[in-house]
C-alpha cells in the first residue's frame, strides 16, 4: 500500500470516528444527545426530557435546567461535553415550555398563562417538578442521590437553588446568571443553605442584572470554600458556553 493511499484511509477512519462521538453529534444540526423519556408531575403534568446515563456507577449525573421561554436545546452543546467527560445528564422542558405543555388529561400549559408568581402557582410547581426529576432518576435510572447534580440557567438557575436549598442530599449545584428574584423565585434565602457544599455561580459583566446577583449571592457565602464566582466574557445563561468558560466550569465539577 502506497504511503498517501494509508494515510488517506487513516483520515476516513478518524473522521468516522469523530463523527460518532458524543461530543461532535451534540452539535449535529437536527441530532439530539441523549435518549426520549418523560415523567409525570406530582400535580399531573408531562414532562419531556433527554437522558444519557454516566459511563460508571460513580460518576455524576447532573440534572438541566433552561432559561425561560427557552427549552431543553440550549444543553445539548454542553451536554456532549458532559458526556465527553464520563457524566451523565437529564435535560428535559420545563413544564408549559417546548414538549412539556400536556397535562395527563390533555390539558394545554404555557408560561405565557402562568399568570402572577406565588404560592401553589404554575411558576412554584416549577420547584416541584425538579424533585420529580430526581425521583425519575432515582426511582427510575437507579441514580443514587448522591451522584446527582443541578446546573441551571436564568430562571433555571433560581429554580435549581430554591429546590436544592430544601434537599441537603443534592451535593453539588451551579448556578449560570442568577438573579436575587426572577418571576417570584427569590434566592437570598436559598443561598444560606450553601455554607459547605460546592456550588459555583457564573455571570458576564455585560449581563448586569445578573452579574451583580451573582455578586450578592456570592457573598452571602464567602467562608465556604468550595463556593466559587466564576466571570465569563459573554451571554447569559446557556449563551455563555462555547468557550474558555466551558473548560473553566468542567475544571471546577472535576474538583468538586
Known amino acids: 500500500m502506497k504511503i498517501h493511499d494509508f494515510i488517506s484511509k487513516c483520515i476516513i477512519v478518524f473522521c468516522a470516528l469523530l463523527l460518532l462521538s458524543p461530543a461532535f453529534a451534540a452539535v449535529k444540526k437536527g441530532y439530539h444527545l441523549g435518549t426520549p423519556v418523560s415523567f409525570k ?145 427569590g434566592t437570598m434565602d436559598a443561598i444560606q443553605w450553601f455554607h459547605k457544599r460546592p456550588i459555583a455561580i457564573a455571570a458576564s459583566e455585560a449581563d448586569t442584572y445578573a452579574y451583580q446577583s451573582s455578586q450578592l449571592l456570592i457573598q452571602q457565602i464567602q467562608e465556604n470554600s468550595r463556593a466559587e464566582f466564576m466571570p465569563t466574557e459573554k451571554g447569559h445563561g446557556a449563551e455563555m458556553f462555547g468557550g474558555k468558560f466551558d473548560k473553566v466550569l468542567l475544571r471546577w465539577l472535576a474538583r468538586h
Not at 70 to 83: P, R, T, Y
Not at 119 to 142: A, C, H, Y
Open 41 to 185: 408531575t406530582s400535580d399531573g403534568m408531562i414532562i419531556a426530557g433527554l437522558y444519557n446515563p454516566a459511563a460508571s456507577q460513580g460518576m455524576k449525573t447532573f440534572i438541566l435546567l433552561h432559561g425561560l421561554g427557552s427549552n431543553q436545546d440550549e444543553w445539548q452543546k454542553f451536554a456532549g461535553e458532559l458526556v465527553a467527560q464520563g457524566y451523565g445528564f437529564l435535560s428535559y422542558d420545563a413544564r408549559g415550555h417546548g414538549k412539556s405543555t400536556l397535562t395527563i388529561d390533555g390539558k394545554q400549559v404555557s408560561y405565557q398563562n402562568f399568570g402572577a408568581p406565588g404560592p401553589k402557582s404554575q411558576w412554584t410547581r416549577m420547584i416541584t417538578d425538579l424533585g420529580d426529576s430526581v425521583m425519575f432518576l432515582v426511582n427510575e435510572k437507579k441514580v443514587r442521590t448522591k451522584n446527582i447534580g443541578i446546573i441551571g440557567a436564568s430562571v433555571g438557575a433560581n429554580v435549581a437553588l430554591i429546590y436544592s436549598a430544601t434537599n441537603e442530599a443534592i451535593p453539588v449545584v451551579v448556578l449560570l446568571s442568577p438573579g436575587i428574584n426572577y418571576a417570584g423565585f
